[in-house]
Every structure is written in C-alpha cells, then in structure tokens.
C-alpha cells in the first residue's frame, strides 16, 4: 500500500496547525486506512508501530481529534464495543491530503496543480 501526501499539508498550513507529532500520528494512522477513511486499530498497536508509550499516543490521538480544517474535523472517533474505537480520517475540504493506493503510479488529482508524494 502507498500512502500519497498533497503538498496541501503544508501550503495550507496543515502540518502547522497538527504540529510534528500529529503529522507522524496522521501518517501512522492511515496506514490503517480504508478507502472510506476509518481506520481500524488500537492505540496499542499505533504506539508500537510508531515506538512512543501508550500514553503518548493516547496523547497525539486526543490533539489530533481536536484539529480542523475549514471548521470540519480532520480526525473523528467512534466507539465500535465498550473498550474500542474506530478513527476516521475525513477529506479536507479543498483537498484530501491523504490518499491510499495499492500502485505507486495511481494517484488522485484534485486538479490543483499540487506537488504530490507517494510513500510505499
């Protein structure tokens, strides 16, 4: 899978507003994610997989969930069961910033002209 990043993050001052340490948590979490943006993990495995302690990442999940773009949620949570939650990434409104791909060469334009990257 290849995540895909809109230069948007950072022209629109994204990257700015969710800090380093909720891009690195934005990033691991769409490595979990769907082609609809929900995002089917636990904390537990999202702290490992970014190597910081669980309370840390319950940290950078609850900064994250606060931030928006354009008065919309970037991240949203919803309980599944008593213990577990699923994290869903919305579009940013001008763009999504964050695509998922199983080709490095498919990605989706926003016909902004924007600079794209592809992580695999």
């Known amino acids: 899978m290849y995540l895909t990043l809109h230069s948007s993050l950072f022209t629109?001052?994204?990257?700015?507003?969710?800090?380093?340490s909720g891009l690195t948590t934005l990033l691991c979490l769409a490595t979990y994610m769907n082609?609809?943006?929900?995002?089917?993990?636990?904390?537990?495995?999202l702290s490992e997989r970014m190597g910081v302690h669980i309370n840390s990442m319950n940290k950078y999940l609850n900064d994250l969930l606060e931030v928006t773009v354009d008065g919309e949620p970037l991240v949203t949570k919803q309980k599944i069961n008593q213990n577990n939650y699923i994290y869903i990434i919305?579009?940013?409104?001008?763009?999504?910033?964050?695509?998922?791909?199983?080709?490095?060469?498919?990605?989706?334009?926003?016909?902004?002209?924007g600079t794209q990257m592809s992580i695999g």
């Open 12 to 20: 629109e001052r994204i990257v700015d507003k969710i800090g380093s």
């Open 35 to 45: 082609e609809d943006g929900v995002c089917r993990t636990t904390q537990k495995e």
């Open 90 to 113: 919305h579009p940013i409104s001008k763009v999504s910033a964050i695509f998922i791909s199983d080709d490095s060469k498919e990605v989706s334009s926003s016909g902004d002209n």
